[in-house]
C-alpha cells in the first residue's frame, strides 16, 4: 500500500470530517482509528527519526485550549467562578460550558495533527512531493530541499558536537560553539555544492522546446479560467444560482487544464512508479463513502448529530450508529497494513522451514 493518492483521499476524509463536526463521541472515534491506523505502522516497522511524540501534543493542545476558551469566552449557565475587575478578555464567569468546548476544539487539532504524523508515516518525503503538478516543479525541488535540510543539519550536528566531545570540548559559554558552528556552516555549504551538481547533471529545469503558440496557449486558458472564478462568483453574490455554479466549475475546468499543459511541457522521468493494488482501491472507495455520508442530506440519521454545541447548558450529545459504522472505515488502512505485515511474517516463516 505506498500509492499516495489513497493516503491522500483517506487523510482529506478525516480532515473534512474532523473540520465538520464538533461532536466529542465522533471525535474520540475518529482519534482511535487514526490511532490505530499510526500504531499499525509503527508495528510493521515504519518510523519517524526525531519525532514530536503525539501524547505530548496531545496534552499541550488540550490543556492550551481548554485554557484559553475557558478564560476568554464567558457564555454558559455552569458557573465555576468569576474573575472580577475589568481585564479585558479574562473578566466575567468561568463555565464549564467553556471548558468544554475548548476541549473539543484541542480534540479536533489533535485527530489533525495526528492525520498528518500518518501520512509522513505511510509516505516517505519523495512520494509526498510526486503528488506535486508537474508545472509547479521548481516548488517541488524547493519544498525536497526544505524537507530534507532540517534533518539532514541536525544530523550532521550531532556528529559535529560528539565528534567535539571525544577531544574535550565543552560548551561553557558562547565562545564555546565557535568549533561547532563553522563545521556546521561549512558542511552545508558543501552539501549544497552538491546539490546543485546533481540537479544540473540530472537537467534540473529543462523543458522542451515548443512553439510560442502552446507557449502561450496554458497561460491565456489560465488568464480565461480566472476571469470565469471571478464572473461566477460576482454571479454568485447577485443570486444567478446554477449558472454562478457552471461559470465557476468552467474557469476551475479551465485553471486545471492550462496547468496540466505547463505540466506538459516540463518532462519528469520516474524510475518506479506505483501501481494501483486493491489495497489502495479499497482505501479510496472508502474515503470517497465516508464523504458522501457526510455531505448527504440525511438529516434524520446522520446530518444533525455532527453538530453539538454545550452552549447554553451542557447536554449529552447525539450519536448515529449508521455514522458511526460509516466512519469505522478510518481503521481500513491499519488493517490492511496488518494483514499485509501478517503475510510477510508467514512467507519468511515458509522460507524458514524450507531452507
Known amino acids: 500500500?505506498?500509492?499516495?493518492?489513497?493516503?491522500?483521499?483517506?487523510?482529506?476524509?478525516?480532515?473534512?470530517?474532523?473540520?465538520?463536526?464538533?461532536?466529542?463521541?465522533?471525535?474520540?472515534?475518529?482519534?482511535?482509528?487514526?490511532?490505530?491506523?499510526?500504531?499499525?505502522?509503527?508495528?510493521?516497522?515504519?518510523?519517524?527519526?526525531?519525532?514530536?511524540?503525539?501524547?505530548?501534543?496531545?496534552?499541550?493542545?488540550?490543556?492550551?485550549?481548554?485554557?484559553?476558551?475557558?478564560?476568554?469566552?464567558?457564555?454558559?449557565?455552569?458557573?465555576?467562578?468569576?474573575i472580577p475587575g475589568k481585564i479585558p478578555l479574562l473578566s466575567g464567569n468561568v463555565t464549564v460550558e467553556a471548558m468544554v468546548y475548548g476541549a473539543i476544539n484541542g480534540l479536533v487539532l489533535t485527530g489533525m495533527f495526528a492525520s498528518?504524523?500518518?501520512?509522513?508515516?505511510?509516505?516517505?518525503?519523495?512520494?509526498?512531493?510526486?503528488l506535486i503538478p508537474r508545472a509547479f516543479f521548481p516548488m517541488a525541488v524547493v519544498t525536497s530541499v526544505a524537507v530534507t535540510y532540517l534533518p539532514t543539519t541536525l544530523r550532521q550536528f550531532r556528529?559535529?558536537?560528539?565528534?567535539?566531545?571525544?577531544?574535550?570540548?565543552?560548551?561553557?559559554?558562547?565562545?564555546?560553539?565557535?568549533?561547532?558552528?563553522?563545521?556546521?556552516?561549512?558542511?552545508?555549504?558543501?552539501?549544497?555544492?552538491?546539490?546543485?551538481?546533481?540537479?544540473?547533471?540530472?537537467?534540473?529545469?529543462?523543458?522542451?522546446?515548443?512553439?510560442?503558440?502552446?507557449?502561450?496557449?496554458?497561460?491565456?486558458?489560465?488568464?480565461?479560467?480566472?476571469?470565469?472564478?471571478?464572473?461566477?462568483?460576482?454571479?454568485?453574490?447577485?443570486?444567478?444560482?446554477?449558472?454562478?455554479?457552471?461559470?465557476?466549475?468552467?474557469?476551475?475546468?479551465?485553471?486545471l487544464l492550462g496547468i496540466w499543459l505547463i505540466g506538459r511541457q516540463s518532462p519528469r522521468t520516474t524510475y518506479h512508479r506505483h501501481s494501483w493494488k486493491w489495497q489502495d482501491w479499497l482505501i479510496l472507495f472508502s474515503s470517497v463513502v465516508i464523504l458522501v455520508a457526510c455531505f448527504l442530506p440525511l438529516k434524520i440519521l446522520i446530518n444533525q448529530t455532527l453538530d453539538y454545541e454545550p452552549y447554553p447548558s451542557l447536554g449529552m450529545p447525539?450519536?448515529?450508529p449508521v455514522l458511526g459504522i460509516i466512519l469505522l472505515a478510518l481503521f481500513l488502512p491499519g488493517l490492511l497494513v496488518m494483514n499485509h505485515r501478517s503475510n510477510i511474517d508467514r512467507y519468511r516463516d515458509k522460507l524458514g522451514e524450507s531452507a
Not at 526525531?50 to 454558559?76: D, V
Not at 505511510?122 to 512531493?129: F, K, M
Request: aromatic content about 8%; hydrophobic content about 55%; glycine content about 8%.
Open 1 to 82: 500500500m505506498r500509492q499516495p493518492w489513497a493516503w491522500v483521499a483517506w487523510l482529506i476524509s478525516a480532515l473534512v470530517v474532523l473540520s465538520i463536526t464538533r461532536n466529542p463521541l465522533y471525535l474520540v472515534l475518529i482519534l482511535m482509528c487514526i490511532l490505530f491506523v499510526g500504531i499499525s505502522l509503527r508495528q510493521s516497522g515504519v518510523e519517524l527519526p526525531s519525532q514530536f511524540p503525539l501524547w505530548k501534543f496531545a496534552g499541550w493542545i488540550l490543556l492550551l485550549a481548554t485554557l484559553f476558551n475557558t478564560l476568554t469566552s464567558h457564555f454558559g449557565t455552569t458557573i465555576l467562578f468569576i
Open 116 to 130: 498528518f504524523t500518518v501520512l509522513n508515516l505511510a509516505l516517505p518525503v519523495r512520494d509526498l512531493i510526486s
Open 159 to 255: 556528529q559535529i558536537r560528539e565528534a567535539q566531545a571525544v577531544r574535550g570540548h565543552e560548551l561553557r559559554t558562547l565562545r564555546d560553539w565557535l568549533p561547532l558552528l563553522m563545521p556546521l556552516l561549512v558542511g552545508g555549504l558543501e552539501h549544497a555544492m552538491q546539490l546543485a551538481e546533481a540537479m544540473t547533471a540530472r537537467g534540473f529545469a529543462a523543458v522542451r522546446p515548443t512553439s510560442a503558440k502552446r507557449q502561450a496557449l496554458p497561460r491565456i486558458l489560465m488568464l480565461a479560467g480566472i476571469v470565469l472564478l471571478a464572473v461566477g462568483w460576482i454571479g454568485q453574490l447577485t443570486g444567478t444560482g446554477v449558472v454562478g455554479l457552471v461559470v465557476i466549475s468552467t474557469g476551475a475546468g479551465l485553471i
Open 318 to 320: 447525539l450519536f448515529s
